[in-house]
């Protein structure tokens, strides 16, 4: 089906297509708003029930129930006379699933007169495909969690709108969270669908000053036709490149399936849970959807940071989880249940749609008619009292349903016309420009919503035009500039994306206990606020470094496959390995400079360390020239043992080396060292006088693992 989705979409909607055949004959009916639902229910890539999905499907359904019940005294004043019917289809997180599911609802639902509008899909790439179907219908779409930029084409898709916030938000909430951090160098990650490219660009546009890309992947993922199978294979080679180029930030953009997946991969490379030194941040499809494999450790979360949208805590939310426990059971579906679904029996309603009698919780999860049907019904009253189990974009859904309720109910009141275009579109009356004009002004009522629903304040972004002004881009309504020739160059960019309450939860994955921990907040219009302490994957928990081994120098302090900071090694390889630099304090002032110098053979290199300490300056530099570009840091002077730790953290790459006996020992008392057997590099320090009131001290040394030759020089030549 995947497979086929790409060359269906070209066919059916090639030029010259009759995309107005399934105005049908169903009867008329003034007082009917028809709403198509695409949820995924169970997952076309491995047939399991998508607990993520089901979810947001039940806020979805109660939103209609309550929305039709003018006597529970929730939005009873909404659509009077008018009563919601609904369509659905299961969009399986499937991009070609999701495109037939829309064609189904838009042009074949209800005896062929199609849906008004409808709700979906739930991921990126499925939301895209469904988006085309309901471009050519004119039928207005609203999704409750696709949050692609890709999306905020309005010339590509104007129809569509979303509840969520764009992933233009969400790129800037995670560059600021990487710089608030300290880490200047990070790799990226991610899938080629509509959601993890888009999203991944957005990253790196906020992140481009002050933070180095050194490494950009890319893989083809669930929404490209990709199985686990490829998944798998395509993650090894990849974690195997990051792991190579040595930086230890990683940011992913993908859906969760696959977050869940790389992060199991590079665990066994070393990359990713307990003791790891490496650092992930993923998006909110981590946050917000389970692990879809079964017998997943999680574990291989530990330090992970990672975003998902922030409604408030208001009495709407508070009501939104009473009411959402409060319904009756419709199958054995528990919170936090990670067991298989069972297959539907007497326990699981049988309760269906009102278009063809398609059963909302006893489903056919695989295609074959040969198995049993699972029930995905839930059990609401086991969810938490607080609501922390229920999944984010439950009240997304829910929220969406309200949005198109209140445009119509706004519409209806505005214009007489509108009932009778309701009535009549998509029916034998209707040669497609009925439907077409009652979904354009549905569409515009919605986008002129201002309103406090369940996930905070709802508008929406009514399009920017942008303009080309001299060469200078231009946002605005007509792009006009005093003595300036203005081209308009894109059309209603962003129209119907979310513009109102836009805030994000940073989430860190801490072991023990194992969940996900708010330990930040990010708001379109503030900073980063910390609301607790970050826990990372590190033995120590110190926060893990931008970069643990690079080219040149550093490399070569380190045996192969051992992971080293500049002028550290691990503890491991402290005993054959351990380059000491010593750090001598007088009078409390203390300059320090490094320089590499000279080849004499192919496997020898000598490196040379100066130690000057010069009485008279106040600072400490430490100096160091990797690639012909000399960088100055100043450190202090007399440092304590927990200001160097401390002071090694925030330098990023540039290290103090963290105090070892040995080398506290150094710090008052010059001496002579000694590492390493008969055969293995020895370590020298030597000391002089020179004149002008400074001592200096020079210790000149070779890599490990090259043939012994004499290392101390004479002080005029180091």
């Known amino acids: 089906m995947r497979a086929l989705a790409p060359l269906l979409v070209g066919a059916l909607l090639a030029p010259g297509a009759d995309t107005q055949a399934g105005c049908g004959t169903g009867p008329q009916q003034p007082n009917v708003f028809r709403v198509g639902s695409l949820f995924p229910m169970f997952r076309a890539l491995d047939e399991q029930l998508d607990r993520g999905g089901v979810q947001r499907f039940h806020g979805f359904l109660m939103a209609v129930r309550e929305i039709n019940d003018k006597s529970d005294g ?24 999701a495109f037939f599911g829309a064609l189904y609802l838009t042009d074949r639902a209800f005896d062929d007169t199609g849906v008004h509008a409808y709700v979906g899909a739930a991921s990126s790439g499925p939301s895209i495909n469904a988006a085309r179907i309901s471009t050519e219908f004119g039928v207005p779409q609203v999704s409750y969690s696709s949050t692609s930029v890709e999306l905020s084409d309005s010339e590509q898709f104007p129809l569509f709108m979303r509840l969520p916030p764009s992933d233009e938000f969400q790129g800037k909430a995670m560059a600021e969270l990487v710089q608030h951090l300290g880490w200047r160098e990070v790799v990226t990650i991610s899938s080629s669908g509509g959601y993890g490219l888009a999203g991944i660009e957005e990253f790196q546009k906020a992140a ?9 992947e890319t893989f083809t993922g669930t929404d490209s036709g990709a199985g686990l199978r490829e998944l798998s294979a395509a993650f090894d080679a990849l974690v195997r490149r990051v792991k190579a180029s040595g930086v230890r930030v990683v940011v992913f953009f993908g859906n969760h399936a696959e977050g869940y997946l790389l992060l199991t991969q590079a665990a066994l490379h070393g990359m990713a849970g307990p003791g790891s030194r490496t650092q992930w941040i993923m998006p909110d499809a981590i946050a917000t959807n389970p692990p879809p494999v079964e017998g997943f450790d999680p574990s291989v979360l530990s330090g992970l940071i990672t975003l998902r949208p922030r409604p408030p805590m208001n009495a709407a939310v508070a009501g939104f989880i009473n009411r959402f426990r409060s319904q009756p059971a419709t199958g054995p579906g528990l919170s936090g249940d990670s067991a298989p679904p069972s297959a539907a029996g007497a326990d699981c ?16 999860h695989d295609g074959d008619a040969a198995t049993a049907p699972l029930c995905s019904g839930l059990t609401y009253s086991s969810f938490s009292a607080d609501g922390s189990d229920i999944n984010l974009y439950a009240a997304y859904a829910y929220d969406s349903v309200v949005t198109l309720a209140l445009a119509l109910d706004s519409l209806l009141s505005a214009d007489e016309t509108a009932r009778q275009q309701m009535a009549e579109a998509g029916t034998d009356a209707d040669d497609g420009s009925i439907r077409a004009s009652f979904g354009a002004k549905l569409y515009a009522h919605a986008l002129n919503l201002s309103f406090d629903g369940v996930t905070g304040r709802v508008s929406f972004n009514q399009g ?15 792009g006009s500039r005093q003595g300036e020739d203005c081209r308009r160059i894109e059309t209603a960019r962003k129209q119907g994306d979310r513009a109102g309450g836009i805030m994000y939860s940073v989430l860190n994955y801490k072991t023990p206990p194992f969940g996900l921990e708010e330990v930040a907040v990010w708001g379109a219009e503030t900073s980063i606020e910390l609301v607790g302490n970050f826990s990372y994957a590190t033995s120590d928990n110190a926060k893990p470094l931008s970069r643990l081994c690079v080219d040149g120098v550093r490399d070569r302090l380190c045996a192969d496959g051992v992971e080293c900071v500049w002028a550290e090694c691990q503890a491991s390889a402290v005993q054959e390995e351990t380059l000491v630099v010593v750090w001598a304090v007088l009078a409390g002032v203390v300059c320090v400079s490094l320089a590499a110098w000279g080849k004499r053979t192919p496997r020898y290199r000598r490196f040379v360390m100066l130690h000057r300490i010069r009485r008279a300056k106040p600072l400490m530099t430490q100096r160091w020239k990797p690639d012909g570009e000399a960088v100055d840091v100043p450190l202090g002077a007399g440092l304590s043992d927990e200001q160097l730790r401390s002071l090694r953290q925030s330098l990023g790459w540039l290290q103090v080396i963290p105090p070892r006996p040995e080398i506290s020992a150094l710090r008052s008392t010059p001496q002579v060292l000694t590492k390493g057997s008969t055969g293995r590099p020895r370590w020298t320090l030597s000391t002089s006088s020179s004149p ?3 001592d200096t001290r020079r210790c000149c040394f070779a890599p490990p693992n090259t043939r012994p030759r004499p290392y101390v020089r004479p002080t005029a030549h180091c």
Do not use: N, W
């Open 464 to 478: 920017e035009d942008v303009f080309d002004c001299d060469g200078q881009l231009v946002t605005g309504d007509d």
């Open 208 to 216: 481009e000053l002050g933070t180095e890309i050194v490494l950009r």
């Open 74 to 97: 929730v939005l009873d004043d909404v659509l009077p006379g008018v009563t919601i019917r609904h369509a659905a289809r299961d969009s399986k997180r499937d991009t070609g699933f």
């Open 692 to 694: 002008g009131g400074r």
């Open 349 to 364: 309603s049988a309760e269906t749609d009102e278009d063809e009698s398609y059963p909302l919780y006893s489903q056919d």
